[in-house]
């Protein structure tokens, strides 16, 4: 934004050491467009091409998934029916004194064979039970999922953020240095022909090398910030940010409405939700488990060649343990995860309310720079030009151009500030899962 300016100054200056300069100027600044159009032209992935991609690769969430199919297997075992059970028994007469005439240890008349089938049979709607509590306890890990997947979208924003806003500051140093560097240029140019003095050239060198430090510096940040966004998305490949997505959709008007929202859609509110009614199911299924399992059959027993049959049965009898332990932690269970859910609504009111607040705040700060920036602009370009033109020092110009920066720099800060109140308030609000969709 000031390098264009200060080129257009320099070569109008009205100078023959300037003039003999110029073409190297131009084949800089076409340089310098061509690599920002070829910067343009690479698309990079948005905020919520990244959730997405978190979504779909990330390794943890991908363990984290697997939970519902860990849960998904108890509902197909509570569905199964208790197998049935052979049971054999064989006795054989011992004293050959005691066998009949003409029989030998494997006759017939010398055996005994208890062939016996029974079953256990569930009772007081046992198998039902099981079969709802299984099932809410599926929905329990498919909503404590999703609230993995807000933990991890959070952090999948900030990093992609971090990365927003470090490319941003890249692009305000790289305007700054190429500033910098022309003038360096040009003085080194005007020292040699005794335009101006040694002082100034060294206070432009002295600049231009700080901000080739810093200029290093922000590269390596942003390869540091796409370096754990890449780990985020569980991808291996060099990823691109898109520095032109704004991210910023509405949110409905006033703190009730924010409130309301985020109490219908949280995925921690609904995995409480879920996690009372899977107590519930569970008080259901201990208490019909107080009820004995009654085991019924068959028997078949030839003895000694004389069949007999028969009928099998065995149940408990309740004297002593009728599974009052496990009702009685079932009911406490319920009280635990209606309890938490208490707690999460009073904690949701709380940050919904200061994520808001501080949301609002961000917004009128970034909106309040921006006649800053258009006065810093202004001050740097006329002070550029007297200095161009002998009207003020070097001394002057660098103060400037120094002010300019740090303008920049703060006015960054505070959009970082407000852009990540937004994902916090995206975050807090539940929406956050939503923007991956």
Request: net charge positive.
């Amino acid at each position: 934004m000031t390098f264009v300016p200060c080129i257009y100054h320099i070569i109008q200056y009205p100078n023959e050491m300037l003039v003999r300069v110029r073409p190297h100027l131009l084949t800089g600044l076409l340089l310098y467009f061509a690599s920002a159009g070829a910067a343009g032209a690479q698309s990079g992935h948005s905020l919520r091409m990244a959730l997405r991609e978190a979504r779909e690769n990330n390794l943890a969430l991908k363990a984290e998934k697997l939970s519902i199919d860990i849960a998904e297997t108890d509902v197909v075992t509570a569905g199964l029916r208790p197998n049935p059970v052979l049971n054999n028994q064989a006795l054989q007469l011992v004293s050959p004194s005691h066998f009949p005439e003409r029989t030998g240890w494997l006759n017939g008349h010398n055996v005994q064979n208890w062939w016996q089938l029974t079953k256990t049979f569930q009772v007081a709607g046992q198998r039902a039970n099981k079969l709802d509590f299984a099932g809410r306890n599926a929905v329990v890990a498919e909503k404590s999922y999703r609230e993995a997947e807000r933990n991890l979208f959070r952090d999948v924003a900030g990093k992609w953020l971090e990365a927003w806003i470090a490319l941003k500051q890249l692009d305000m140093l790289g305007i700054a240095k190429s500033n910098i560097d022309s003038l360096t240029y040009i003085n080194q140019l005007r020292f040699r022909n005794q335009v101006i003095t040694q002082t100034d050239l060294f206070r432009t060198q002295v600049l231009a090398r700080q901000y080739d430090v810093r200029y290093k510096a922000a590269l390596q940040e942003i390869a540091n910030r796409e370096r754990e966004l890449r780990q985020l998305l569980g991808r291996r490949e060099n990823i691109a940010i898109d520095t032109a997505d704004s991210f910023l959709p509405a949110f409905p008007a006033g703190r009730d409405s924010l409130l309301s929202q985020s109490l219908a859609i949280r995925s921690d509110v609904a995995a409480a939700k879920s996690a009372i009614e899977a107590a519930g199911s569970n008080i259901r299924l201990q208490k019909s488990l107080a009820y004995p399992q009654p085991e019924l059959g068959i028997i078949w027993n030839p003895q000694n060649t004389v069949p007999y049959v028969g009928v099998y049965g065995t149940i408990d009898l309740p004297f002593f343990s009728r599974n009052q332990g496990e009702i009685r932690k079932s009911v406490i269970q319920k009280a635990r995860a209606e309890q938490e859910l208490e707690s999460i609504q009073s904690r949701l009111e709380t940050e919904v309310t200061n994520a808001l607040a501080s949301y609002e705040t961000h917004r009128k700060n970034v909106q309040g720079f921006q006649p800053i920036l258009e006065q810093s602009n202004l001050i740097l370009e006329n002070v550029k030009y007297a200095y161009l033109k002998g009207g003020t020092t070097i001394v002057d110009f660098l103060e400037a151009q120094r002010s300019w920066l740090d303008t920049r720099q703060e006015y960054y800060e505070a959009l970082q500030e407000y852009r990540k109140s937004y994902i916090e308030l995206l975050y807090t609000t539940g929406t956050i899962n939503q923007l991956a969709q």
